[in-house]
Each structure stands twice: as C-alpha cells, then as structure tokens.
C-alpha cells in the first residue's frame, strides 16, 4: 500500500484543523489564514520532524489561534455594538466549510459561550470536550503540563456551565419553528411573534458600525417580539428569505436588491425561541455575496 504523501496528509485532517480555529476565533477569514499557515509550516519542516502528523499539526493550528484570538479580544473590545461569529452555511459552502467535522458544536450560541473564556482556556476546552484528545495530548498541544490543562478545563467548565446549551433540537422541529417565526413576523401581530418567545429571549444584532441594527441586545419577549415585527414591515415588499443551514442549524438568508443583507439563527429552548441572532455586517456576508442565491428555498 503506497504511504499518503505530504498534501494527502494535510488535506485528511483539513476539516479537523480549519474546524479547531474557527471554534477558537469565529471568524472564517482568520480560520482560513491560522490553516494556510499551518500548511507552509507542514511543507517546510513538518512533515520531515512530526511523528504523529495530526499531534503536530493541531499543536500548530492551536498555537497560531491563541495568539490570534489574544489581538482579537483586545479588537472586539472596541467593536461598535454586540459582536457575533461570522456565520458558516452548511451543504452549500465551498471547502472547508463542506467538510467542517461535526464533533461537538458549531452553534452560534455554542460560540458565544466560548467568548467567556480566555485564548488558553478556550483551546483546552475545546481540545478536550470538543476534539476529545486526551489531557496528555493537549498538554503538549498548548504547551502546559498535564496538571495546569486540568485546572484551566475546571475552571472553564465552572464559567460556562450555565451558557452551555442543554436541550437537543431535531432539524424537523428547527425548521417548523422558523418558518412559524417567518410567518409571524410578517403578520404585523408581536402578539403572534411573542408566543414563539421564551420570556427572556433575547435579540442580538451585529452590524459592525457599517450596516443599521440594535446598538446592544434587547432584551424581554414583549420587546423582541415588536422589534422583529417591526424590521418586518418596514423591509416589506423589498426582500426576500432564504432557508440555509447556519452553524448547523437551519436559518435565514435575507437578500435585498441582490445583496445579502443579513443572516439569522436561532436558539431555541423547550420547543421555543430563547435568541435571535441577526448579522448585517458586511464584511461578515462577503461569502454569501459571491453565492448570488440561484436556488434554495425562499419566501
């Protein structure tokens, strides 16, 4: 059986590399960047020196995110209003994103949890609860000993325990309950929005300070429901839905005039919708402008 060569190796654990540093850094360009990285670093001196090609190509990528994701926070501190992870869609997307490994949670909701972790707690977390790699493993990986990375998963777990998503949606009960959301909001009633809406559901948009939205998250299902009733009728007539696979679960594309002006996802909790998270920032929706939607289900 002839040996996978250099490029064979790398393009194997592609999905796993690019799907550890989007986790890390929500941002797709960023991801894309840390996995280039990491395969001019494989060309050059990597594939001669690993023993074990993903130990070290993930230590690589892991590395490359923390100090990244250190720059990024320092960034998203000035970021003008709630900042939200640059949406990935699912069946439709080029590599890497066709292949993004389904171990653990992509989930909007997912990644924002993670923002109340630290870069080296985020990446033992993740390495470990996600990836499942073993404390050894991702010792070395995050250049700790096995001790530390054990007291860093305790206290990151402490700090999200409460964000973490508890309940299961299946993509049939996803589907119906957007497509209530859809039908609701365009009735011009919050009343019908709001019995969609857990009581402290929340609305959360990122425009980036280049695009119009909430300048910080409303908060309340009475609130939620007018805001999202009201977004409806002042765009009526002038764009249309989409139905997309969003961070693995189904949401809205909206377009308007041919451009896409937002993504949509949904949280949702004991069969109803606990957030709403909407991104209008443009250079979050490059991607989707190059899809000029020819198909898919809209309304």
Known sequence: MAMDTQTDIFQKLRPRLFGIAYR??????????????????????????????????VTVVTRLAIDRLRGAMAERERYVGPWLPEPLIGDAAA??????EAAGDISTAFLLMLERLGPEERAVFLLHQVFEFGYEEVAAMVGKTEAACRKILQRARERVRAERPRFEVGREQHMALLARFIEASRSGVPARVQELLTLDATYMGDGGGKAKTTVRAVLGAERVARLVVGIERKWQGEGRHELIQVNGAPGLLTWREGQPDSVTSLDLREGRIAAIYVVRNPDKLGYFASLRSSSGTTS
């Open 24 to 57: 890390m850094l929500g941002v797709r360009a960023d991801a894309e960047d840390i996995v280039q990285d990491a395969w001019l670093r494989w060309q050059h001196a990597g594939f001669e020196e690993a023993r074990i090609p993903e130990a070290w190509l």
């Open 95 to 100: 590599p890497p994103e066709a292949a993004l």
